[in-house]
C-alpha cells in the first residue's frame, strides 16, 4: 500500500512556471507507474500525465504537451510536474495517483490517490 501526499500548488501568473512534487511513502515506489490529474468544481477528472516504473517512458494530454515535464526520483520516493508557459485553463486541483505495475493514461486504473493541490492561475 502507497500514501500519496502532493505539494507545490498555489498561485502562479499566466505564462509562468510551478513544479508539483507528490511525496510517496513505502518502500516500494519503484513498483508503482505513478500519474498526474487534474479536475475542476463541477467537471470530470483529466488525464495530464504518466510516467513508468523507471521514468524512461511518459505520456502526455494533448493540452499540456509540450509544457508539462513528468519525472520522478525513485531514490526520493517522489514524483514531480513541472509546468510551464502555465495558461488559465490550467487553473484545476491537482491529484497525484498511483497503480502497481505498469503506468497507465486511466484514473480507472490507478488504486491509490492523493488529497490534490490546487492550481490557481492569474491573468
Known amino acids: 500500500q502507497v500514501q500519496l501526499l502532493e505539494s507545490g500548488g498555489g498561485l502562479v501568473q499566466a505564462g509562468g512556471s510551478l513544479r508539483l512534487s507528490c511525496a510517496a511513502s513505502g518502500r516500494t515506489f519503484s513498483s508503482y507507474g505513478m500519474g498526474w490529474f487534474r479536475q475542476a468544481p463541477g467537471k470530470e477528472r483529466e488525464f495530464v500525465a504518466t510516467?513508468?516504473?523507471?521514468?524512461?517512458?511518459?505520456i502526455y494530454a494533448d493540452s499540456v504537451k509540450g509544457r508539462f515535464t513528468i519525472s520522478r526520483d525513485n531514490a526520493k520516493n517522489t514524483v514531480y510536474l513541472q509546468m510551464n508557459t502555465v495558461k488559465p485553463e490550467d487553473m484545476d486541483v491537482y491529484y497525484c495517483a498511483a497503480k502497481c505495475g505498469r503506468n497507465s493514461s486511466w484514473d480507472y486504473d490507478y488504486g491509490y490517490w492523493g488529497q490534490g493541490t490546487q492550481v490557481t492561475v492569474s491573468p
Open positions: 510516467i513508468s516504473l523507471s521514468g524512461g517512458y511518459t
